[in-house]
């Protein structure tokens, strides 16, 4: 691990404490009010799927727990919405290389997780960063320095207008088996962002527009892999919802996407026309479920029409909770020699309170491809491939400053063609600090 890795990390943070300062010490002066307007034609808007603050993604094997006001005991954080978690952690790789037939090593982690709320009554500022050192004492040149930040704003300039944006930015070593963004049989250093920005008005009573643009990037540091995965994704979407009951939306969907490789010949640009429902059976159980076809062109390649399906189900309860995601569509090919891939993808993440003071959390990925390479080839399909994320953890609070945990991970990857395949164990536990 370099010292300017550390340096950066470190000058992360203190951009983000700063910010935070400045963002509070604004706050303290007195709001505009709102314009008046006719309460005859103001309608109050509903919940809106996609538009909710949502927890960004953790690196894998990271739960970091960071303090509320309540759970600080500082009366000085009670008027200053900034929390720092600290963690250090111990344990055992059995793969560390991702190969076959991988090295094992004992490892050192070291966390800091640094958070910002500000809940207004018009707007809505989260703000979350997170730097990660890893030290491998058995295998060389692996040791890992990984970040990644969030920035999450909500303002509503009226009950029929209001904007949301979302910024989230990391770079990390370990692969990631949530979405696409790369291949899962390597530990490669790469960045990625993803930026959401979107305005909903709602025209009537029963019907709302939500105009969106998302901004995704992803680069690695090794240019072999960069030939066939560097990118940079456009995507504009308008979506129709009409409110059929209070507890059930009517969903229409076009999306307007174009991916641009850096080098690799896989251009494309694809449209998207979907239908769907979103129904909250009870206060704390939702379901989402959007479906249609996608209609792709892609460079050298030709036209193809494929079906496409994304659906959720969320709980959150007194003392336990569910997310569950699942989407089958095509992806980005994640190696090289691959021009299309279609994949069936989903993920659990359940989170369940034990006792007080114990509780426990399980997350499990999945998802199966099915390879095509380029018509130049000459062969339609380059085979297919599983890949399998399972986390299990448990949480001890000792009191409100000091916790413990202990955490299992396992990884399985098929093999590809020649890239073979690989499993993988790690077992770790360690101390956190909230203040």
């Known amino acids: 691990m370099s010292l300017d890795s550390r340096v950066a990390i470190y000058i992360a943070v203190s951009v983000i404490t700063l910010f935070a300062?400045?963002?509070?010490?604004?706050?303290?002066?007195?709001?505009?009010?709102?314009?008046?307007?006719?309460?005859?034609?103001?309608?109050?808007?509903?919940?809106?799927?996609?538009?909710?603050?949502?927890?960004?993604?953790?690196?894998?094997?990271?739960?970091?727990?960071?303090?509320t006001p309540s759970e600080g005991g500082v009366d000085l954080l009670s008027h200053f919405p900034v929390h720092l978690s600290l963690g250090v952690d111990m344990g055992y790789d059995d793969n560390v290389?991702?190969?076959?037939?991988?090295?094992?090593?004992?490892?050192?982690?070291?966390?800091?997780?640094?958070?910002?709320?500000?809940?207004g009554e018009r707007t809505?500022?989260?703000?979350?960063?997170?730097?990660?050192?890893?030290?491998?004492?058995?295998?060389?040149?692996?040791?890992d320095t990984s970040g990644n930040v969030t920035l999450s704003f909500t303002h509503n300039f009226s009950t029929r207008l209001s904007f949301y944006s979302s910024v989230y930015a990391a770079y990390q070593t370990e692969p990631n088996f949530k979405t696409d963004i790369g291949p899962e049989n390597v530990r490669a250093a790469h960045f990625d962002t993803t930026d959401i920005f979107s305005v909903t008005y709602h025209w009537l009573l029963r019907f709302t527009t939500v105009t969106s643009y998302t901004f995704r990037r992803i680069k690695y540091d090794e240019s072999s892999i960069g030939m066939s995965e560097d990118r940079v994704e456009n995507t504009l979407s308008e979506q129709l919802q009409f409110s059929l009951t209070s507890r059930t939306n009517l969903v229409g969907e076009y999306r307007f996407e174009m991916i641009n490789y850096d080098t690799a010949p896989l251009d494309s640009i694809?449209?998207?026309a979907l239908a769907g429902v979103d129904h909250h059976f009870t206060e704390q159980l939702f379901f989402h479920a959007l479906g249609g076809e996608s209609f792709r062109s892609l460079e050298n390649n030709g036209d193809t029409v494929n079906p496409y399906f994304e659906g959720s189900l969320a709980y959150v309860g007194r003392n336990s909770s569910l997310n569950w995601t699942t989407s089958?569509?095509?992806?980005?090919?994640?190696v090289a020699d691959v021009s299309v891939r279609t994949t069936f993808r989903t993920g659990l993440n359940l989170t369940y309170g034990l006792t007080e003071r114990i509780s426990s959390t399980a997350a499990v990925y999945y998802h199966h491809d099915e390879n095509e390479g380029p018509i130049s080839s000459g062969t339609s399909s380059a085979g297919s491939q599983d890949s399998f994320d399972l986390s299990l953890g448990l949480r001890y609070t000792i009191n409100k400053r000091f916790a413990l945990h202990v955490d299992y991970d396992h990884t399985t990857v098929g093999s590809l063609g020649s890239t073979p395949g690989y499993s993988r164990n790690r077992y770790f536990a360690g101390l956190t600090f909230n203040y």
């Open 97 to 119: 290389t991702l190969r076959p037939s991988g090295e094992g090593s004992l490892f050192a982690g070291e966390n800091v997780v640094l958070s910002y709320d500000r809940l």
């Open 21 to 67: 300062f400045s963002v509070e010490a604004k706050a303290q002066l007195p709001e505009q009010q709102p314009r008046e307007e006719n309460p005859e034609t103001e309608i109050e808007p509903s919940p809106l799927q996609g538009t909710e603050i949502k927890s960004p993604p953790q690196a894998q094997g990271e739960e970091p727990v960071v303090s």
């Open 270 to 272: 694809t449209h998207y």
């Open 328 to 334: 089958y569509g095509v992806e980005a090919p994640n």
């Open 124 to 143: 809505q500022l989260h703000l979350l960063g997170i730097g990660r050192f890893t030290q491998f004492f058995d295998v060389t040149g692996q040791d």
